[in-house]
Nanobody, 124 residues
Framework: QVQLEESGGGLVQTGGSLTLSCRAPAWTFSSRAVGWFRQAPGKERELVAAISYPGRKTYYKDSVRGRFTISRDNVKDTVELQMNSLEPEDTAAYYC?????????????????WGQGIQVTVSS
């Protein structure tokens, strides 16, 4: 069973930064697009950022563009989400997800593999 592992979440003040990392022990992100989703209580899961394989194309939700950066290291087989200028509205559980294809996907059903999620809390 494929298991994606997220790390790097936590509590930060408004304006602070966090870096989320995603890895897949005993598996590989090779040839797969990867996305970071988030879900706040009572809200739908939404795509925050995504990156194609090998990494030429990226997607960002409008509200995070310019603050968040998604990147991948195809040698280390990891994907990161650098989050700067964090706002209370960024508070949510963040999920790493991978597709079975190298091209970008923008909706949850397009991703077949998911992590368990990690909490990001931004205090005002």
């Amino acid at each position: 069973q494929v298991q994606l592992e997220e790390s790097g979440g936590g509590l930060v003040q408004t304006g602070g930064s966090l870096t989320l990392s995603c890895r897949a022990p005993a598996w590989t992100f090779s040839s797969r697009a990867v996305g970071w989703f988030r879900q706040a209580p009572g809200k739908e899961r939404e795509l925050v950022a995504a990156i194609s394989y090998p990494g030429r194309k990226t997607y960002y939700k409008d509200s995070v563009r310019g603050r968040f950066t998604i990147s991948r290291d195809n040698v280390k087989d990891t994907v990161e989400l650098q989050m700067n200028s964090l706002e209370p509205e960024d508070t949510a559980a963040y999920y790493c997800a991978a597709r079975s294809y190298s091209t970008l996907g923008t909706t949850p059903p397009e991703y077949s593999y998911w992590g368990q999620g990690i909490q990001v809390t931004v205090s005002s």
